[in-house]
């Protein structure tokens, strides 16, 4: 069977949510990136090439040390594990390791081996030169002792293993082979960023995530429609037992293919200005989704909206929660009702995506037991004072306490599917306690509005809200209309019958 329907984003939104609570253990080749940009105005005088004066360099971590820094970013744990040399660009690596918050008890600093590094040579944003120093060879034996060593006194802390395989010499001569075995010993989730034709290097793993031309050169043809992409994949899982295979197709986004059924996720349309380090992005996100709870498919696709925000960025990039937030609300356009009601925190990272793009947040709150023209009226006033309008909703026990035992009249899962179907509100939020004070204080909405029954000065969180830059703005109510009121008519008419 083969699905295009994209997965709902609460899932999606409830994984992002236990990204905190994430460690993943990362074996591969850490590669030293530098960027070195100038302008070009001459010729040189010595040879027929362009003079490149330079105007600026920095350094970044590249190939496995690349998923580390995605992993950190996101706010999940990175446990790296890799052998590099005793140089100047081991040395840096170890230092941006250590700035980053990643661990460095993994790496082992080895004299004889040398730590790759690539330099890239721009002018205008367009590279022009690119200056690769390395030595590929397997591990020798010590150094593979080593990091099987390392390995194996982090597993016990990891989540999921991901091995990015860049070629350079760390998976080499079995080496992944040998991983992948401890890791379904242990019963740890292990996923591959392969490299090369030869899969059966990986076999046993839980997937391999190898981009559209990658797959064909794996099973020996060219792949380019989904029926191709899925055959392909299903070659791989056959010949080397994996669970799964995530295809990433470019500009066709991601296919996520097991032995009986294929899912396939569009991408977003993005202005592209470098895809270096997209691939390692995408695992970790993909490694984390699914670390956190996530399907397969879901995982996917919280992987795809980052993959979208990273090609959209220069040099070897990574991605904040809020960004991958943001992204993933833009890929499903307008919101279902159902998804839109959200948890605090879930609602934090989107007010905080939401803000990012410019856009202003307002906040109302209430129990909105039985909706009426005045709650409608309420809601679309204050709608028309920001971009977006979240809504915190009085749970249950809250409005018991509130309005007495006989309330609410609907439960709050009910009476937050209302609200949320309603084009006025973009996300829902329960809460337990008997004002939304923490929930303010959490959101800082840009805008808090209540009916102009209210004053300023009695409005639960507006002292927060205005301390932050924000206002208060109070909204005239529709005379004559409430649940009470409601409610008393229903009762009187029952009396008379």
């Known amino acids: 069977m083969i699905k295009h329907n994209p997965p709902s984003p ?3 939104h409830r994984a992002i949510a236990r990204f905190g609570d994430v460690a993943v253990l990362v074996v591969g080749d850490i590669i030293l990136d530098r960027f070195v940009n100038g302008v070009i105005e001459r010729i040189s005088p010595e040879a027929p090439i362009p003079v490149l004066h330079g105007r600026g360099e920095s350094s970044a971590m590249g190939g496995a040390g690349n998923v580390v820094a995605n992993i950190v970013s ?6 790296p594990v890799s052998v590099i040399g005793t140089d100047p660009a081991g040395d840096s ?3 941006m390791l250590g700035e980053l918050g990643a661990e460095t008890v993994g790496l082992a600093q080895q004299r004889g081996r040398m730590t790759s590094s690539k330099s890239r040579f721009s002018a205008l944003n367009q590279q022009v030169l690119r200056f690769d120093e390395e030595e590929i060879k397997p591990l020798g034996a010590a150094e593979r002792a080593e990091l099987i060593r390392r390995f194996r006194d982090a597993l016990e802390q990891a989540d999921i293993v991901v091995l990015s395989d860049y070629g350079k010499g760390i998976l080499l001569d079995g080496v992944a082979a040998e991983l992948i075995a401890i890791c379904r010993e242990a019963g740890k989730p292990v996923l591959i960023d392969p490299k090369g034709r030869d899969y059966a290097r990986y076999a046993g793993a839980t997937a391999v995530t190898p981009n559209r031309k990658e797959l064909g050169e794996a099973v020996g043809r060219a792949v380019f429609g989904d029926e191709e992409i899925v055959a392909a994949a299903r070659e791989l899982i056959s010949a080397h037992g994996f669970e799964f295979v995530v295809a990433t197709r470019s500009e066709k ?3 996520v293919v097991g032995p009986d059924e294929a899912s396939h996720i569009a991408t977003q349309a993005r202005e592209v200005f470098d895809v270096s380090g997209a691939g390692d992005t995408v695992i970790a996100t993909f490694a984390l989704a699914l670390a956190a709870g996530a399907d397969p498919v879901a995982a996917a696709a919280i992987a795809n ?7 959209g960025k220069r040099g070897t990039a990574r991605l904040s929660v809020e960004e991958l937030t943001g992204a993933l609300f833009r890929s499903h356009g307008p919101t279902a009702h159902k998804d839109a009601i959200l948890d605090a925190a879930s609602a934090a990272r989107m007010v905080a995506a939401w803000k990012a793009e410019g856009l202003s947040v307002g906040f109302t709150n209430g129990c909105f037991d039985i909706l009426h023209a005045g709650h409608v009226s309420l809601l679309h006033a204050a709608r028309s004072q920001c971009d977006r309008l979240v ?3 009085n749970s249950d026990a809250s409005v018991r306490r509130l309005k007495g035992p006989g309330r609410p009249v609907n439960d709050q899962h009910d009476r937050a599917c209302v609200l949320a179907a309603l084009a006025s509100v973009d996300a829902v939020i329960v809460f337990e306690e ?3 004070l923490a929930l303010i204080e959490a959101l800082l909405p840009d805008i808090l509005v209540k009916g102009a029954d209210y004053t300023v000065d009695t409005v639960v969180g507006a002292d927060v809200v205005q301390k932050a830059g924000g206002r208060v703005v109070l909204v005239d109510l529709v005379a004559g209309k409430s649940t009470t009121g409601t409610i008393g008519k229903l009762r009187a008419g029952g009396a008379t019958n």
């Open 10 to 12: 609460e899932p999606l």
């Open 74 to 79: 996101l706010g999940a744990r990175a446990i």
């Open 93 to 95: 690596l170890v230092r």
């Open 253 to 255: 986004g991601m296919s």
């Open 305 to 311: 909206a980052a993959g979208g925000v990273v090609v």
């Open 391 to 393: 809504l915190g909703l």
């Open 434 to 436: 008997d004002t939304p």
